[in-house]
């Protein structure tokens, strides 16, 4: 039993940052129906760049702060300078720019950073919390309650506020959206710099956890979306339910079965699910017309 | 008739000029290995682009059949001494048993779904691969024995590239027939409206798998030659960032153009080779190249550069 909660709260703390990552997915894809393959690389720069900043002196916190605004900067160029120009070239064409930029965003990093493996100091101490015969790292409840706040925060934000409906509105209908006044370059313009401000503070979070280098972000990007199609795309609350099961399969097949075949475990259950409910869990289907 | 018949075979013959002259400027070996590399991916590009270009459908996983068909002729040697050339028909056959299996469920998905499965089960293989160390010796990979025909054995990039080649022409040459064909024109319609090409009585689900066995064939193929002409294999041969190159070879030649199949992985074998002078930003420059690439050229090399020719020949 306390073995099993052990890999559900490992499980936890790892779908949390998977969900971020979807969602960041969700983000730009119902604003702008891109994939948005560079992702996984904002979480990279979150945690390099706070890596590196604070080596150089600057405060932890401060370093944090200053590697999500850059990498939310980064979010906002790569809109500008490789999305917004390709405006209207199709589907697959959009989405190798933005595998294109993944390239990029990690060959810069190493260039600017380096090739090794780094970590931060866990924000409350590194001492296990004992639960149920279970040890929990605090930073694993920072990041299941910063994962919660920003989830929330986000919600507020989209349900709450005028600039919110507007995203609402593009992700219904662009044409009509554009037709009552929503200027739709400014909606994806923010949707890039969210799902970059959410990747860097999943990276900032899980760097005292896991291990962070120049390199990655590509896995994240997969998981990541993975657990947005798993959920559904498009579908929020599916990008975060998405993102905590591939999490908990893998804890629960690396400790049941072989860690060699985590990764083999969680993807074979995407597979199946997707094979079952084609459109995910709370995606909806999509009807052509002819 | 004869007419349609000698433009239709234009590109290929073409290449086939092309391909025959172009040792006479082969300064030294390493341009024919370069050349070899250049026509083994591009056969499993084409093959690709017969599943993208013309079904419309995505697959982010199709190393997973080049890793089938690389470690076919690495371990069937290696392990039960099995002759190399029967491995690479035994790889062939194994990949479209597994393209039968896997894309008969997965294929019913669409768009980001389609992707997402297909991308799934190239990790599914390329973890395999990684983890049964005993049978393909892991992350470290294996060495593949020398093909031996008739008592020759097959070894050197000349050899290769003549090879590779003209499996390649064979390759286009037939991709080009099959769109001709009755299943090609069904294809086509499937990749401009699924729910119109059922209505008009097109079986869309068999075609749809007919056309996802041929592209795993390609690239079984594609890779026992990888596997054979290095002489060594790892599952780098089946990962993410391989299946991630060949979608990219397809998009930029451009999709639907077996030609433009060529091109694309003509421009990603050689552009690395040639940004090797830079060192440490040759990602980053290849990176940007994509980018840019994409942006002027959207449509892909080959058939925005034959619409600008289109253009002013009006």
């Known amino acids: ?40 690389e904002f979480v990279m720069l979150g945690g390099m760049t706070t890596v590196f900043v604070a080596q150089a002196g600057v405060p932890l916190p401060l370093a944090a702060g200053i590697a999500i605004i850059a990498t939310t900067a980064i ?20 989405i190798m720019i933005t595998i294109g930029a993944s390239i990029f965003l990690r060959g810069t990093a190493q260039i600017i950073f380096d090739r090794r493996f780094h970590s931060l100091p866990p924000l409350l101490g590194a001492d296990p919390i004992q639960f149920g015969g279970a040890a929990i790292l605090p930073q694993s409840l920072i990041v299941l309650a910063s994962g919660a706040v920003i989830v929330v925060a986000l919600w507020l934000f989209i349900e709450r506020t005028i600039f919110g ?4 509105a593009t992700a219904a209908n662009r044409l009509a959206a554009r037709l009552v006044g929503v200027d739709i370059r400014r909606i994806v313009a923010f949707s890039f710099a969210v799902s970059a401000a959410i990747g860097a503070i999943a990276g900032v979070l899980i760097t005292p956890i896991a291990l962070t280098s120049y390199d990655a972000g590509t896995l994240l990007a997969l998981k990541g979306f993975a657990a947005a199609m798993l959920g559904g795309i498009g579908s929020a609350l599916g990008a975060v339910v998405g993102g905590i099961l591939i ?44 | 008739m004869r007419s349609w018949l000698e433009i239709r075979l234009l590109p290929p013959m073409a290449v086939a000029a092309v391909f025959v002259c172009m040792p006479w400027f082969f300064p030294s070996a390493y341009y024919y290995r370069i050349g070899a590399l250049v026509f083994i991916l591009a056969l499993a590009v084409a093959g690709l682009n017969l599943l993208m270009g013309f079904a419309g459908q995505v697959s982010l996983g199709h190393a997973g059949f080049l890793g089938i068909g690389a470690y076919s002729v690495a371990i069937g040697p290696a392990h039960f001494g099995v002759p190399s050339w029967f491995c690479l028909f035994a790889g062939a056959a194994l990949s479209a048993a597994v393209a039968f299996i896997v894309g008969r469920p997965i294929l019913r998905l669409k768009g980001h779904y389609l992707a997402v499965a297909t991308l799934g089960f190239g990790l599914l293989v390329a973890i395999v691969l990684t983890n049964e160390a005993g049978l393909t010796g892991g992350p470290d990979g294996m060495t593949v024995p020398r093909l031996t025909l008739f008592g020759w054995s ?28 009755p299943t090609g024109r069904a294809l086509r319609a499937i990749h401009d409206s699924e729910v119109a ?51 990219a070879m397809v998009v930029l030649g451009g999709m639907g153009s077996i030609l433009g199949s060529l091109v694309g992985a003509v421009l990603l074998v050689v552009l690395p080779q040639a940004l090797t002078i830079f060192h440490e930003y040759e990602q980053s420059l290849l ?28």
Not at chain 1, 252 to 259: R, V
């Open chain 1, 1 to 40: 039993m306390a073995e099993l909660l052990q890999f559900v709260f490992s499980g936890l703390t790892v779908g949390a940052i998977y969900a971020l990552v979807a969602l960041g997915f969700t983000l730009i894809y119902k604003a702008s129906d891109i994939i948005n393959f560079a992702q996984g």
């Open chain 1, 247 to 290: 999490g908990m399969f893998e804890a629960l097949a690396a400790g049941y079965l072989s860690s060699n075949y985590k990764d083999a475990v969680a993807f074979l259950i995407i597979l199946v699910v997707l094979v079952a409910i084609p459109q995910g869990l709370f995606g909806r289907a999509k009807i052509e017309r002819v």
């Open chain 1, 75 to 94: 979010g906002l160029a790569l809109h500008r300078f490789a999305i917004e120009p390709a405006r209207g070239a199709t589907p697959v064409a959009l």
């Open chain 2, 197 to 247: 090409a059922l209505m008009l009585g097109v079986d869309v689900t068999r075609k749809k798998l007919t056309i996802f066995i041929i592209s795993a064939v390609y690239a079984s193929v594609a890779g026992s030659y990888l596997a054979l002409f290095n002489g060594h294999i790892t599952p780098d041969v089946a990962g993410f960032l391989r299946s991630i190159e060949l979608v």
């Open chain 2, 154 to 181: 097959v070894r050197g990039s000349d050899v290769w590239y003549w090879i590779a080649g003209t499996t390649f022409l064979g390759g286009f040459v037939l991709a080009l027939n099959l769109m001709e064909s």
């Open chain 1, 165 to 168: 409906k507007a995203v609402i």
């Open chain 2, 287 to 314: 990176g940007l190249i994509l980018i840019v690439f994409m942006i002027f050229l959207r449509r892909g090399i080959v058939p925005s550069v034959a619409a600008i020719f289109a253009g002013w020949r009006k």
